[in-house]
Each structure stands twice: as structure tokens, then as C-alpha cells.
């Protein structure tokens, strides 16, 4: 079963408008137009028309960082998977570690954020990982089944395949410290096993599982080489034009 490479830049909230129109730009010309690899970026959601329009006719995708899962109607502040679309978006990051830990996000609101993301035919990418408290007590496997079993709860096996999982460890977010492959690569196979229990090992063979955490041009072959890896989340090096492209070009 080949898995086509998903490599996606999460600019958290770090890009202004110019700054994240000529990153957009950069990429599109670099990635070119039959690239191997699936690629995305997720804006800001303010900016996402305005990438959109930088990405019109590019092989570059265009991702949300977050959506709410209702349909138009009385939400000051939110924005739903309609309004993702209308803005050309075709993927949407869920349950990130930072909205999990900042903003108290749940596993059952994300599995209500995974189901409005299907129904508006948006590609979800769930994010899982523990923090380096669960690891050094031994409960890394404890915490991502508990959370991929309660994000997930409720999604049809017919639709699982296409949904993303992002391998995010906590402690390798930001801070320069990546899981060695050996280490991502046994979590990635725990969750493909778990998902195969989930749903079917068929469908488990389908589903991509991205690995984030400090990704780089110089870890990102290593970490992509390994068989249950299918793709990176990329924060810090997703920001300038010349390492993401590098961490494309490994994939
Ligand atoms: P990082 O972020 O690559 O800067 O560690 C990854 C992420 O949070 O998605």
C-alpha cells in the first residue's frame, strides 16, 4: 500500500499579510507544478483569501489551523468548515497541542471539529502526542490511544481513509528537540495498529500519519525513511521558503 507523502507548514500565528504572500509565493515556484509529495500551508485564518489568491492555479494546498463546528449562526469570533471552503481551503488542522493546552480544546469538541471538517468536505489533520511528563512515566502509548480514541470517536470507517493524523510529542514542539526516527517510528506503528483495531488493518494501510515536532532540512530524510511515517507537520521551519522546501524535497 503506497501512502502519497503529505508534507504541511503550520504558521501558526507568526506570518502578517506581506510576509506570509511572498512565503506563499515562494513555495508554490519552488514546489512547481507535478510535485511528488502532497504539500500544504495553514495560514492565519484571516489570511487565508489572500494566500489563496497567491496559490490560485499552484500545486500548493491551502489549510486551516482550527474551524467551529456549527453551521452559520450566532458565534461571535468563530469561523466554520462553509466558510474554510469559501476561502479556498481544502484541509484543516484539529486538536493541535497548543489549542489543546492554550484554549482547553477537549477530545470530544475535536471529534465534533472532525465531523463538521467531513461533512464540508475538508481533508482533517488531527493532531496526538504526549508531553514529556507522559513519556518519562511511561504513558506515551496510554495518552495518544486516549486521545485518538476520543478525537475519532464517531468517524464512519467508510470515511477514515481520508482522514490525517499528525504524531506531534509535545516536548519536541518548538524546542529544537525531534524524536529520534526510531522513537517517532514506534508511535507511529502503535497508532497504524490501533487504527487498524478502530476501523479495519485495510483501512489503517490508507490512513497518512504525519510526524511533527521540530522537523528540519537535516532530520527530515531520517524521519520520512521510516515505514509508518507518511508526511511531516512543520511548524518554526515551515516559515522560511528554503527549509521547507528542503523538508519537501526529502519526502
Ligand atoms: P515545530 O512545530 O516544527 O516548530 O516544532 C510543529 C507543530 O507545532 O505543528
Known amino acids: 500500500m503506497s501512502r502519497r507523502t503529505i508534507i504541511a507548514g503550520n504558521w501558526k500565528m507568526n506570518t502578517r499579510a506581506a510576509d506570509g504572500a511572498s ?24 489570511y487565508l483569501s489572500r494566500v489563496a489568491d497567491v496559490l490560485a492555479g499552484s500545486a500548493v494546498g491551502l489549510g486551516a489551523q482550527n474551524l467551529y463546528p456549527a453551521d452559520d449562526g450566532a458565534y461571535t469570533g468563530e469561523v466554520n468548515a462553509a466558510m474554510l471552503c469559501d476561502s479556498g481551503c481544502r484541509y484543516v488542522i484539529l486538536g493541535h497541542s497548543e489549542r489543546r493546552a492554550i484554549l482547553g480544546e477537549t477530545d470530544a469538541q475535536i471529534s465534533e471539529k472532525l465531523a463538521a471538517a467531513l461533512a464540508g468536505n475538508l481533508v482533517p489533520i488531527v493532531c496526538v502526542g504526549e508531553t514529556l511528563d507522559d513519556r518519562e512515566g511511561g504513558k506515551t502509548e496510554a495518552v495518544v490511544e486516549e486521545q485518538l480514541r476520543g478525537s475519532l470517536d464517531g468517524l464512519d470507517e467508510a470515511r477514515a481513509s481520508g482522514v490525517v493524523i499528525a504524531y506531534e510529542p509535545v516536548w519536541a514542539i518548538g524546542t529544537g528537540k525531534t524524536a529520534s526516527p526510531e522513537q517517532a517510528e514506534e508511535v507511529h506503528a502503535f497508532i497504524r495498529k490501533l ?16 510526524y511533527g515536532g521540530s522537523v528540519k532540512p537535516g532530520n527530515a530524510k531520517e524521519l520520512l525513511g521510516q515505514p509508518n511515517i507518511d508526511g511531516a507537520l512543520v511548524g518554526g521551519a515551515s516559515l522560511k521558503v528554503d527549509d521547507f522546501v528542503a523538508i519537501i524535497n526529502a519526502g
Open 195 to 210: 487504527l487498524g483495531e478502530l476501523f479495519t488493518d485495510e483501512v489503517a494501510q490508507q490512513m497518512r500519519i504525519q
Open 23 to 46: 512565503l506563499a509565493q515562494g513555495i508554490a515556484d519552488a514546489v512547481g507544478e507535478n510535485p511528488t509529495v502532497e504539500v500544504v500551508v495553514c495560514p492565519p485564518s484571516v
